[in-house]
């Protein structure tokens, strides 16, 4: 069973192995079961109830899949670092405007011109299941880390 102590410290390791990377490949499943990935901006590091938030456009073609098939994964690539992290976990639709406001940062104004007081603006949370990633240090051996939901703690 995973403890409370174990949970931080792997939302911490995780936190760490993508905190200098800024953009991901964040891929949602269709109806029909075909793959589509995005590129995306995560807003802020891992919260400490291991999920990770990225801003969209409500009427995007991603939020529909999200809606119908909430599995998602968000892979993160560091070449520099030799450091390959991939993110499975499921997606909702958020759209609380203090969230919004806690997570802005201003480079995303090249994609919502209008900030937060774009129409059509929310916010894709991705609750973390599991994490698998490679890197220089561990000599590109896989390695593993679960999470369980909040309520197993």
């Keep these: ?12 390791k995780l936190d760490e192995l993508i905190k200098n990377i800024d953009y991901g490949m964040f891929t949602t499943v269709d109806d029909d079961g075909s793959l589509h990935s995005y590129p995306m901006s995560k807003s802020g590091g891992i919260n400490s109830d291991a ?22 994964n968000v ?4 070449s520099e670092q030799q450091r390959f992290v991939s993110i499975s976990g499921s997606s909702q639709v958020v759209k609380d405007r203090n969230k919004m406001r806690e997570l802005w940062k201003p480079e995303l104004q090249t994609w919502f011109p209008k900030g937060l007081d774009e129409p059509n603006i929310a916010l894709l949370k991705v609750n973390i299941n599991q994490v ?17 939901t909040p309520s197993a703690f």
Excluded at 51 to 72: A, G, L, M, N, R
Excluded at 75 to 78: D, I, K
Aim: glycine share 0%; charged share 20%.
């Design 132 to 148: 698998n990633y490679w890197d220089s240090v561990s000599s590109f051996k896989p390695q593993k880390l679960n999470f369980l």
């Design 1 to 12: 069973m995973t403890t409370s102590i174990d949970h931080e410290k792997q939302i911490q």
């Design 51 to 72: 999920t990770i938030w990225f801003f969209t456009y409500s009427d995007s073609h991603k939020v529909t899949e999200v809606e119908h098939y909430p599995q998602v």
């Design 75 to 78: 892979s993160f690539v560091s």
